[in-house]
């Protein structure tokens, strides 16, 4: 309400966007600050229309301004002016901090579903069974992509000094240097001294990457999409390097169902995706049943929209009202995410293209009760940048939860490593991973107030980790 003498805030120009914004959502027409002259008569704005608008403000800003003001006003321009000297203050006994210790205490429990999770996902037994084998197949992919190269480590004396083979093209050197090198450490057949990897006398196991690849197919069912995929870029990887095969035709091309199914179906992702969902609808389902409100969501980098099935399936399940806001840095992955989602709860999802790098627009600034993204804030170049814009998405009380890789898999360096996005990185970082403890401090420096991370009994950590950032 309109209180001149009590605590006071103006009516910014990011209050006017908001404005603007709920508008647009209320009405279904594109309307922003360059439609602020537009009539009211115009908009067909009914009683109940501005009484959601102004509830969207209120959510979105704590400001309550009053419905006499579309009575009393013909534009939102006219709105804009009367406010703009004027002092305003959010209604008595609110907050604008609604969540409080909810999150935190939340995330306490999600290590305890670890073991449930994994066990039903069957991922208890990747570290002892799946990953070694994994290990050899990537070891041997490598082993005969140096040999196709003209490099046969099988042909190298120990001692002699690890080369770039040649015809690898200028722009993949980084993935040799940055990955492929250590798995060649990792698997003996190379030893680092000072900045130079040498050979040793550890000779070349000559088994074909196709055999082990369909053993280790035929043995664990569970990853076999995960390995297919690895296959793909895996079995054709010396021409990667040279540039004779174009890794984004092999991985979005007729593997593009492969690409999906990883980021949905694969163990591992379900694990993250079902602890990120049960987290949302504990804290979620308390937030909208004792403030009768709508939660709202942003996903940054939704991509093919993995996680996006898990948490708008579990909203629709659990009956918490939503706004979910699906954005990604390409236009192409909205259109596709449309399609799939046009007949779920039409007018809760909203799509934008956003680049995280970059500050975000004033509308959508301290709005959302939650962030979330998967396995995409990794692929930019400096961390505390990203990491500080998410922050600005988040309104007080709210939080920001990551899925991103914490333990190095280096399967994925032979697929996404071909890709530009893996080696983007400019800050301190020597590879896009990296553990928990470094994103709690790229978080804390970002603005978080406490940041969390799930660990189960003795220490068991998935991978991919969720993280969350908190806000006071």
Not at 114 to 140: C, I, Y
Not at 278 to 304: D, H, M, P, W, Y
Not at 444 to 456: C, N, R, T, Y
Request: hydrophobic share 40%.
């Amino acid at each position: 309400m309109i209180h001149p003498s009590s605590q006071q805030n103006r009516l910014s120009a990011e209050h006017v966007e908001v404005l603007c914004s709920a508008i647009s959502s209320e009405t279904g027409r594109k309307f922003d600050v360059t439609d602020i002259e537009v009539p009211f008569a115009d908009l067909c704005l009914d009683p109940f229309a501005v009484m959601n608008v102004l509830e969207t403000v209120r959510e979105r800003t704590g400001i309550e301004l009053p419905a006499s003001l579309f009575r009393d006003c013909s534009s939102v321009a006219e709105i804009a002016n009367k406010l703009g000297a004027t002092t305003i203050s959010a209604p008595s006994g609110s907050s604008i901090s609604p969540h409080g210790g909810l999150v935190q205490a939340a995330f306490a429990d999600i290590g305890k579903l670890l073991g449930k999770v994994e066990d039903e996902a069957g991922t208890s037994n990747f570290w002892s069974d799946v990953h070694p084998a994994q290990m050899r197949l990537v070891l041997a992919y490598v082993n005969e992509s140096f040999a196709r190269l003209g490099s046969p480590l099988s042909g190298m004396a120990p001692n002699t000094p690890l080369s770039i083979p040649p015809g690898v093209l200028p722009k993949h050197h980084r993935v040799l240097r940055g990955a492929i090198f250590d798995i060649l450490k990792i698997g003996g057949l190379v030893e680092r001294r000072g900045d130079r990897y040498v050979r040793t006398s550890t000779p070349v196991d000559t088994t074909p990457a196709e055999v082990i690849y369909e053993k280790l197919i035929r043995e664990h069912p569970l990853h076999a999409n995960t390995h297919r995929l690895l296959h793909v870029t895996g079995s054709r990887f010396a021409e990667c390097l040279s540039g004779e095969a174009d890794p984004l035709k092999l991985l979005f091309g007729k593997s593009k169902d492969l690409l999906q199914d990883f980021y949905t179906n694969a163990p591992m992702s379900v694990v993250a995706s079902e602890l990120l969902a049960a987290l949302l609808r504990t804290v979620f389902s308390k937030i909208s049943r004792e403030q009768n409100r709508a939660v709202e969501i942003l996903e940054v980098g939704a991509g093919l929209g993995g996680t996006t099935q898990f948490v708008l399936d579990m909203l629709v399940e659990a009956g918490i009202p939503f706004r979910y806001v699906f954005t990604d840095i390409s236009a192409s992955f909205l259109s596709a995410a449309k399609a799939r989602y046009k007949d779920l709860h039409p007018g809760s999802i909203e799509y934008l293209v956003l680049d995280i790098e970059k500050e975000p627009p004033g509308h959508l600034q301290d709005r959302f009760d939650a962030v979330i993204s998967t396995n995409c804030i990794h692929a930019t170049k400096d961390l505390i940048v990203s990491c500080t814009n998410a922050r600005r998405l988040v309104r007080p009380g709210g939080f920001f939860a990551l899925v991103e890789f914490t333990t190095r898999l280096y399967w994925l360096d032979l697929v996404f490593g071909l890709l530009d996005g893996w080696w983007l990185f400019t800050d301190d970082r020597t590879h896009c991973t990296t553990n928990e403890a470094v994103w709690k401090a790229k978080l804390a420096a970002s603005g978080f107030s406490d940041v969390l991370w799930v660990e189960g009994e003795g220490g068991r950590k998935p991978n991919p980790q969720l993280i969350i950032g908190c806000t006071e």
